[in-house]
Nanobody
Framework: QVQLVESGGGLVQAGGSLRLSCAASGRTFSRYAMGWFRQAPGKEREFVARMRSGGTTYYADDVKGRFTISRDNAKNTVYLQMNSLKPEDTAVYYC????????????????WGQGTQVTVSS
């Protein structure tokens, strides 16, 4: 079973950038689809981006063109590069792993990290 640990969150001004990392344990990391989700206070957890094991990516409309998901299977790590950040991007960001081929919903992910806080000031 994969275990996930996120890092890289913090406080940034609007228009700035952050790169989140998610380090995975386990030797089968490359087989998993990896996703990023976020949850703002008082809101439900929402999908941000995902990358299939083969490398295909998919993004939520409100981050498309600003965020980029990538993975380094040799380092068992998935990244989320976030550019042109907006105050509405403020949330706890979670990475997650799924054994499904094309998981787009939170319920399709079986392993979750603890989350990392991203705060964007205006």
């Amino acid at each position: 079973q994969v275990q996930l640990v996120e890092s890289g969150g913090g406080l940034v001004q609007a228009g700035g950038s952050l790169r989140l990392s998610c380090a995975a344990s386990g030797r089968t990391f490359s087989r998993y689809a990896m996703g990023w989700f976020r949850q703002a206070p008082g809101k439900e957890r929402e999908f941000v981006a995902r990358m299939r094991s083969g490398g295909t990516t998919y993004y939520a409309d409100d981050v498309k063109g600003r965020f980029t998901i990538s993975r380094d299977n040799a380092k068992n790590t998935v990244y989320l590069q976030m550019n042109s950040l907006k105050p509405e991007d403020t949330a706890v960001y979670y990475c997650a792993a799924s054994s499904r081929v094309q998981p787009d919903f939170a319920w399709e992910y079986s392993v979750w990290g603890q989350g990392t806080q991203v705060t964007v000031s205006s």
